[in-house]
């Protein structure tokens, strides 16, 4: 029954094939925009801390399509789950309420259903992002850098898919919903830190973005992006440099002096999905959503 459900949630996301259309070409505008208008601005602050040295400027623009990536991982599944507020509306979900199908399966249906898609359209935007950063004259990251930047795609797909599935689930309208999707793509350039640098915020405010989970997910996405470029431009260099810059360009997640391990960042992540999935659950249990 979950597959059909999943099944029934894909053809009808396809089924737009404008939307789909305009998702790809947003996608290439997007990498356009960042590097023609934020490449430039971030290289040169970047030189100005390193100096002028190899593979700099490849380095930067990681940083930069590791940002797409992960922005991607939030507005997509926004996207995706507008189906569940599409069928409320349409009052579809009294059908689905009288099937046999519990109302954890049910909700993991829509869950699977954003975490297919949205994995799929941040693949190719990492690819899309791969194919530029080969124009500048450098080759494909690492197989294993690669096999971790999709693992991240997954768990962060995951993970944003059950938290925005939540709020779906509590707001009355599709309006509403679409109006949160529209915030939370215009904020989520400056919660990641990628429309400047989180060194450049003030501290507080900092350590409050660190606070959530869209920090954790943008800090692995650069980390793994990263690692190949980043191991040519501070080979050799004092480990107060590098550090500096991991901390001024949001590869770490600090509040106040302390530093958050990966581990940490990824078990976050896991926390988050399971907390929002619970809440999910336990409001459709209580209550009857229609």
């Not at 189906?83 to 869950?111: G, H, M, Q, V, W």
């Not at 992002?129 to 197989?143: D, E, R």
């Not at 925005?164 to 599709?174: C, E, G, P, Q, V």
């Not at 999905?273 to 459709?284: E, R």
Request: proline share 3%; glycine share 8%; hydrophobic share 55%.
């Amino acid at each position: 029954m979950i597959l059909k459900l999943i099944e029934r949630n894909l053809k009808r996301y396809l089924k737009d094939t404008m939307g789909v259309f305009f998702s790809f070409l947003s996608v290439i505008m997007v990498i356009i925009m960042y590097a023609v208008f934020l490449g430039d601005n971030t290289l040169n602050s970047v030189k100005t801390s390193v100096g002028d040295i190899p593979y700099v400027d490849g380095m930067v623009m990681a940083w930069l399509m590791a940002g797409i990536v992960f922005i991607s991982t939030v507005t997509v599944p926004i996207s995706v789950l507008g189906l569940f507020s599409e069928d409320r509306n349409a009052k579809t979900l009294n059908d689905f309420y009288t099937s046999p199908i519990s109302r954890s399966s049910f909700i993991l249906s829509y869950l699977l259903s954003s975490l297919i898609i949205t994995t799929i359209m941040s693949s190719l935007n990492f690819i899309l992002g791969q194919l530029y950063i080969l124009t500048l004259g450098y080759s494909f990251i690492p197989i294993m850098d690669i096999l971790t930047v999709f693992s991240i795609i997954i768990l962060c797909s995951l993970t944003y898919s059950s938290l925005f599935f939540f709020l779906a689930l509590i707001m009355k309208s599709a309006k509403a919903f679409g109006s949160l999707g529209s915030i939370v793509g215009t904020l989520i350039g400056f919660f990641g830190g990628i429309y400047v640098p989180i060194g450049v915020i003030s501290s507080t405010i900092a350590n409050l973005i660190h606070l959530l989970p869209f920090s954790y997910g943008v800090t692995l996405m650069r980390l793994a992006y990263m690692k190949w470029f980043m191991g040519q431009v501070f080979d050799g260099a004092p480990e107060g440099v590098r550090s500096g810059f991991e901390s001024f360009f949001g590869l770490t997640v600090e509040i106040n002096d302390w530093s958050m391990p990966i581990l940490m960042m990824v078990l976050g992540l896991v926390f988050y999905t399971f907390i929002f999935y619970g809440l999910s659950v336990f409001v459709m249990n209580t209550k009857k959503v229609v």
